[in-house]
């Protein structure tokens, strides 16, 4: 969950960022309704890829949503 929202988190060696250079994609798809979402994409390269990984995670869990 992120901002108490379902969310799926997908991380891939390469993925859609490989193009760029980068070793690593992660990404989160967060349910904000069953009509309308929201997906946060990192594409992370080393060295220090764990460290990036675990910061974009730490950068997620911290999100939250203005209700409107």
Do not use: N
């Not at 108490?4 to 989160?28: L, N």
């Not at 309704?33 to 675990?54: D, N, Y």
């Not at 995670?57 to 409107?68: E, G, I, R």
């Amino acid at each position: 969950q992120v901002a108490g929202s379902p969310a799926r988190r997908t991380a891939t060696s390469g993925g859609m960022c490989r193009s760029i250079g980068a070793d690593r994609t992660v990404d989160v798809m967060i349910e904000k309704s069953s009509m309308a979402f929201v997906e946060v994409t990192a594409c992370l390269r080393g060295p220090g890829l764990a460290q990036a990984e675990k910061s974009f995670d730490a950068m997620v869990a911290s999100t939250q949503f203005l209700s409107q």
